[in-house]
């Protein structure tokens, strides 16, 4: 412990949260906590459920990791069998959390993003427990997992039909845990923090980063105070993560071990190893850097909070002596971000929402030893800098239902397709379109006719085997796809998609509806080949 009193120590009179070897959950659990833990939840549910489908719009990786939890479901195994590969097929268990609610419940829109709610539920939950566990109040647990809750970052996320959900609620339940084993030296508690961790790495690879991070950070207290038991048994628990999803790409997946991992390769800092003509390492990560905070600013909307944010994640990072061991939340939020520019290529701005909550609980252990260091302007300053970030953010999140607010739900739009076309058909459509198409033999623009049969869309075509198409305006198409319409492959093979399926349903289908839905925009159904009339 360092000189002074620690963020995290009580004041004399309490117990304080560094003593004992035992997990506690910031000491004793009197009911006002507990009631703080259900309003924070309730006010989680409060501005996630509602309008769940509606804002924000499907994205193209919601329908594709719900494939393959929906093949799981359906006893066909962790096999995307619409796109060939992807979607949860690699890194496996989000799949398997898919699978079960859609076993149960049915394979909806809703069912899937309700799953990403649970896990942000869970993560909610668990920041309350860290946050109190390390000793802070209820004023600043309430106001720092607010912050959380209205993070335009974490609306997002946790309505998102995609792993980060799971692996912030895996990676909040395992800093619990390392909290424990830092100040207790805890063989158990790392042994636990590690398997939750082993956990996360089943559902994303980006795990692996915060893995790499913890243990470098348990390394180095392991070094100080010549305690290696936790390091060691938390290296070799995560580890089993790492082996779990090696054994079920070797033996399951349909691409195999080898080329899995020379793919993935190409997305990580080693991709810009190789020479060439590319940008090399520090150009990569630089670039990373760069793209990363030029979306978190918002154009510069919102400039002066991500600088006053990464300002308190500096605070914490220098004040190692000052926080003790819940510097390890300041110092796992930016070697996730030092780390994640590097070996990540490219870095994704929603990966953040992992340990973007750690930003806010360090703001919450700056308001604490403002408060012990006599409170004063500063500490009344800092509570008000973190209570305009919570109003900015909120904010943000009503705009985003504002902006989507009256368009056609999904689940009308699937509605209308669904009556159309009948289960079991031979569909070309889109990916955004497969909810309704679920129980048919669907191919879209992202299929990767090598892994599927026929081979290609021509054979498919020609095969006469098409029931039905199901199919965008152009303007509609356009929207849909964004950037992915710019000049380059990927482009050109959405676009040589679209003009091979319009033609083929002008020439031999038959026009049966058009669909114009608010938001979405117009989709024409035709029947062609097999259907019958």
Same mark, same amino acid.
């Given at each position: 412990?360092?000189?002074?009193?620690?963020?995290?120590?009580?004041?004399?009179?309490?117990?304080?949260?560094?003593?004992?070897?035992?997990?506690?959950?910031?000491?004793?659990?009197?009911?006002?906590?507990?009631?703080?833990?259900?309003?924070?939840?309730?006010?989680?549910?409060?501005?996630?459920?509602?309008?769940?489908?509606?804002?924000?719009?499907?994205?193209?990786?919601?329908?594709?990791?719900?494939?393959?939890?929906?093949?799981?479901?359906?006893?066909?195994?962790?096999?995307?069998?619409?796109?060939?590969?992807?979607?949860?097929?690699?890194?496996?268990?989000?799949?398997?959390?898919?699978?079960?609610?859609?076993?149960?419940?049915?394979?909806?829109?809703?069912?899937?993003?309700?799953?990403?709610?649970?896990?942000?539920?869970?993560?909610?939950?668990?920041?309350?427990?860290?946050?109190?566990?390390?000793?802070?109040?209820?004023?600043?647990?309430?106001?720092?997992?607010?912050?959380?809750?209205?993070?335009?970052?974490?609306?997002?996320?946790?309505?998102?039909?995609?792993?980060?959900?799971?692996?912030?609620?895996?990676?909040?339940?395992?800093?619990?845990?390392?909290?424990?084993? !830092?100040?207790?030296?805890?063989?158990?508690?790392?042994?636990?923090?590690?398997?939750?961790?082993?956990?996360?790495?089943?559902?994303?690879?980006?795990?692996?980063?915060?893995?790499?991070?913890?243990?470098?950070?348990?390394?180095?207290?392991?070094?100080?105070?010549?305690?290696?038991?936790?390091?060691?048994?938390?290296?070799?628990?995560?580890?089993?993560?790492?082996?779990?999803?090696?054994?079920?790409?070797?033996?399951?997946?349909?691409?195999?071990?080898?080329?899995?991992?020379?793919?993935?390769?190409?997305?990580?800092?080693?991709?810009?190893?190789?020479?060439?003509?590319?940008?090399?390492?520090?150009?990569?990560?630089?670039?990373?850097?760069?793209?990363?905070?030029?979306?978190?600013?918002?154009?510069?909307?919102?400039?002066?909070?991500?600088?006053?944010?990464?300002?308190?994640?500096?605070?914490?990072?220098?004040?190692?002596?000052?926080?003790?061991?819940?510097?390890?939340?300041?110092?796992?939020? @930016?070697?996730?971000?030092?780390?994640?520019?590097?070996?990540?290529?490219?870095?994704?701005?929603?990966?953040?929402?992992?340990?973007?909550?750690?930003?806010?609980?360090?703001?919450?252990?700056?308001?604490?030893?403002?408060?012990?260091?006599?409170?004063?302007?500063?500490?009344?300053?800092?509570?008000?800098?973190?209570?305009?970030?919570?109003?900015?953010?909120?904010?943000?999140?009503?705009?985003?239902?504002?902006?989507?607010?009256?368009?056609?739900?999904?689940?009308?739009?699937?509605?209308?397709?669904?009556?159309?076309?009948?289960?079991?058909?031979?569909?070309?459509?889109?990916?955004?379109?497969?909810?309704?198409?679920?129980?048919?033999?669907?191919?879209?623009?992202?299929?990767?006719?090598?892994?599927?049969?026929?081979?290609?869309?021509?054979? !498919?075509?020609?095969?006469?085997?098409?029931?039905?198409?199901?199919?965008?305006?152009?303007?509609?198409? @356009?929207?849909?796809?964004?950037?992915?319409?710019?000049?380059?492959?990927?482009?050109?093979?959405?676009?040589?998609?679209?003009?091979?399926?319009?033609?083929?349903?002008?020439?031999?289908?038959?026009?049966?509806?058009?669909?114009?839905?608010?938001?979405?925009?117009?989709?024409?159904?035709?029947?062609?080949?097999?259907?019958?009339?």
């Amino acid at each position: 412990m360092s000189d002074g009193v620690a963020a995290g120590q009580r004041a004399p009179g309490h117990a304080g949260p560094e003593a004992g070897s035992a997990v506690e959950l910031g000491g004793e659990w009197e009911p006002s906590r507990v009631l703080v833990l259900v309003g924070l939840v309730f006010a989680f549910l409060l501005l996630e459920l509602p309008f769940l489908t509606e804002a924000y719009h499907i994205t193209v990786d919601e329908p594709w990791y719900s494939q393959t939890g929906h093949s799981f479901a359906m006893g066909r195994g962790i096999h995307n069998d619409v796109i060939g590969s992807g979607g949860g097929d690699m890194f496996f268990l989000y799949a398997v959390f898919l699978g079960v609610p859609f076993k149960i419940f049915g394979t909806t829109f809703y069912v899937g993003r309700f799953v990403s709610v649970f896990f942000g539920v869970v993560s909610i939950a668990g920041i309350v427990c860290v946050l109190y566990r390390m000793g802070l109040r209820w004023r600043e647990v309430s106001l720092c997992t607010l912050a959380v809750i209205v993070s335009n970052l974490s609306y997002l996320t946790f309505r998102a039909i995609r792993p980060e959900a799971a692996i912030t609620a895996f990676t909040v339940c395992s800093t619990f845990f390392l909290l424990d084993a !830092l100040r207790s030296k805890s063989s158990r508690s790392a042994a636990i923090a590690g398997l939750l961790a082993a956990v996360g790495l089943m559902c994303h690879p980006n795990m692996v980063v915060i893995i790499a991070v913890a243990g470098l950070l348990l390394g180095i207290d392991a070094i100080r105070h010549r305690a290696f038991g936790p390091v060691l048994v938390y290296g070799a628990t995560a580890a089993l993560g790492g082996i779990a999803v090696l054994v079920f790409l070797h033996f399951v997946f349909v691409e195999g071990l080898a080329p899995t991992i020379s793919r993935m390769l190409t997305r990580t800092g080693a991709s810009a190893l190789g020479g060439g003509d590319g940008p090399g390492l520090l150009g990569a990560s630089i670039a990373n850097a760069q793209d990363f905070f030029g979306r978190a600013i918002v154009g510069g909307r919102r400039g002066l909070i991500v600088a006053a944010e990464m300002g308190v994640l500096v605070w914490g990072v220098v004040s190692c002596k000052r926080l003790a061991s819940n510097v390890l939340l300041p110092l796992l939020a @930016a070697g996730f971000l030092a780390l994640g520019f590097v070996v990540l290529q490219p870095f994704s701005l929603r990966s953040f929402t992992a340990v973007e909550w750690m930003i806010f609980a360090t703001f919450g252990l700056l308001i604490s030893d403002l408060q012990r260091r006599g409170g004063g302007w500063r500490m009344w300053a800092a509570q008000g800098l973190l209570a305009l970030i919570v109003v900015n953010n909120l904010a943000g999140d009503l705009y985003l239902i504002r902006r989507d607010y009256g368009a056609v739900r999904y689940s009308e739009l699937a509605e209308r397709i669904s009556e159309v076309v009948p289960s079991g058909s031979v569909v070309l459509s889109h990916q955004l379109l497969w909810f309704p198409l679920q129980d048919s033999t669907v191919y879209n623009e992202y299929s990767r006719s090598r892994l599927l049969e026929p081979d290609s869309l021509d054979a !498919l075509i020609e095969s006469g085997d098409v029931d039905y198409v199901v199919l965008a305006s152009e303007e509609t198409f @356009a929207t849909m796809m964004g950037g992915a319409l710019g000049d380059n492959t990927l482009g050109e093979g959405f676009i040589r998609y679209w003009n091979s399926v319009r033609a083929h349903a002008e020439v031999h289908g038959e026009r049966v509806e058009t669909i114009e839905a608010k938001g979405y925009g117009d989709f024409t159904i035709w029947r062609t080949g097999r259907a019958p009339p």
